[in-house]
């Protein structure tokens, strides 16, 4: 090769070098003191550190749209409760407007590249607020998450699954965006919050300025129950035992169960890319997670140690079964490289 061509090649090097280093990927996730929330803002940080991307994040967003946007190429990465991508494909819940054609066409181009715990459904009340548990709900006002999204589509099922009422005939319901949820906690506008929950959960933490707060379990009759058996098959839903013990309160903060141990349904997801990302950043994305795991990810809140980063079961991931979404096959490289068998429905 001559010196024209050498100096052609070094050029178009060095510039490829460049625009992978610069690479800027956008990322829309929960509020930052949620499991969703941490997680995408490590993701950025392990990102820039492994020379990945630079992987912008917006936070405080209703997931339900900021799942829309990844699978119609809006944005690059999203925290998603797989009950989402479930109800995208058949174009229902939410996505009812797009019709079953449009959300099943949408669903095909989203992809995993790890999963987590993001929370538990629970009850909770101010102690001076005369709840008496999910037996007392009845013509009450329940604060039970944004107006639109995964965490109230859940609410509503857990409410109904423990007191056999609907919004709007058998209690009040009061929404409000993630941004307001300690003020509408704190203000009075509701009696009881049936919310997501990490342990020790940042809401009930914040808002324990203006009171003693009491958590229920959902009862072991319920939780045993054929009807509760049949939400843990929902996509995204998997059943939670937990000792009380862990659950990581002290002061000011009762639980109440039958026993020693807290049960809930539990909400899974992931962080999420569109198919169309190429092999070599989701592989990237999904190893500098791997790496960062104690680093980053699990010291970043006390509650995201028990957030089930790392795991690949599908009892705890419920990637496999009516879960739409598979993992990219990027990230499922990083994973087999990094020494964890991914199961082949997953893929």
């Not at 019709?99 to 987590?116: C, F, P």
């Not at 013509?139 to 056999?164: D, E, S, V």
């Not at 009759?221 to 659950?247: C, H, Q, R, W």
Request: include cysteine.
């Amino acid at each position: 090769m001559n010196m024209r061509g050498l100096a052609s090649l070094a050029l178009a090097m060095s510039v490829a070098g460049f625009a992978n280093a610069q690479t800027i990927l956008t990322a829309e996730t929960a509020s930052p003191n949620t499991a969703p929330g941490i997680s995408i803002i490590s993701l950025s940080e392990a990102a820039a550190k492994a020379g990945i991307a630079d992987v912008q994040v917006t936070s405080g967003q209703t997931l339900t749209n900021s799942v829309q946007n990844v699978a119609e190429g809006k944005s690059d990465i999203a925290a998603a409760p797989f009950i989402l991508p479930f109800l995208l494909s058949r174009g229902v819940g939410p996505y009812a407007g797009l019709g079953k054609e449009k959300g099943a066409e949408l669903v095909q181009n989203l992809a995993v590249l790890y999963t987590y715990r993001i929370s538990v459904q629970g009850l909770y009340a101010y102690d001076n607020s005369n709840i008496s548990g999910w037996d007392g709900l009845e013509g009450k006002t329940i604060f039970n998450g944004p107006p639109r999204g995964a965490a109230l589509t859940n609410a509503r099922l857990l409410i109904k699954l423990n007191t056999g009422m609907e919004e709007g005939t058998g209690y009040s319901g009061v929404q409000v965006n993630w941004g307001q949820a300690v003020k509408t906690i704190q203000d009075g506008s509701a009696d009881a919050f049936v919310l997501p929950m990490a342990f020790p959960d940042p809401r009930v933490t914040a808002a324990l300025a203006s009171g003693d707060m009491t958590i229920w379990s959902v009862p072991k009759a319920v939780y045993e129950s054929e009807a509760f058996e049949n939400v843990g098959k929902l996509p995204g839903t998997v059943p939670v035992t937990i000792p009380i013990a862990d659950m990581g309160y002290s002061s000011g903060v009762s639980i109440v169960s039958e026993d020693d141990m807290f049960r809930g349904p539990g909400t899974v997801g992931g962080d999420i890319v569109n198919v169309s990302m190429d092999f070599d950043t989701a592989k990237g994305l999904t190893k500098a997670f791997i790496d960062n795991l104690d680093s980053i990810y699990r010291a970043k809140a006390p509650f995201m140690s028990n957030a089930w980063h790392g795991e690949v079961d599908v009892a705890l991931t419920d990637m496999c079964g009516n879960n739409p979404i598979k993992y990219h096959p990027g990230a499922v490289a990083a994973w087999e490289e990094a020494g964890y068998t991914i199961p082949d429905c997953a893929k």
